[in-house]
Nanobody, 121 residues
Framework: QVLLLESGGDLVQSGGSLRLSCAGS????????MAWYRQAAGKERELVAT???????NYAASVRGRFSIFRNNPKNTLYLQMNNLKPEDTAIYYC???????????????WGRGTLVTVSS
């Protein structure tokens, strides 16, 4: 079983940038599609961005044009480049992989620790 570990979260000012990483203990290509999710305090987890095995991407409307998801299969790492960050982007960010339909639904029994992104105004 390939485990995923998120990192890169930090405290950043509004308008700043961060790059999150999701490192796999083995091949992430084996997952198929991959995605980033986030959960703000007191809110439900939401899908932020997805990427397929042929690098087709999709984004939540709230981050489109500011965030970019990409993967480096030889390094077994998924990334989320976040630019022009806003206070409403503050959340714990998680990564997952699997069949595309499952990734879109976020239908997973367990989640990692995630990485905390805090955007100050």
């Amino acid at each position: 079983q390939v485990l995923l570990l998120e990192s890169g979260g930090d405290l950043v000012q509004s308008g700043g940038s961060l790059r999150l990483s999701c490192a796999g203990s083995g091949s992430i290509f084996s997952f198929g599609a991959m995605a980033w999710y986030r959960q703000a305090a007191g809110k439900e987890r939401e899908l932020v961005a997805t990427i397929t095995t042929n690098d087709a991407t999709n984004y939540a409307a709230s981050v489109r044009g500011r965030f970019s998801i990409f993967r480096n299969n030889p390094k077994n790492t998924l990334y989320l480049q976040m630019n022009n960050l806003k206070p409403e982007d503050t959340a714990i960010y998680y990564c997952k992989g699997g069949p595309y339909s499952k990734v879109v639904r976020g239908d997973f029994d367990s989640w990692g620790r995630g990485t905390l992104v805090t955007v100050s105004s």
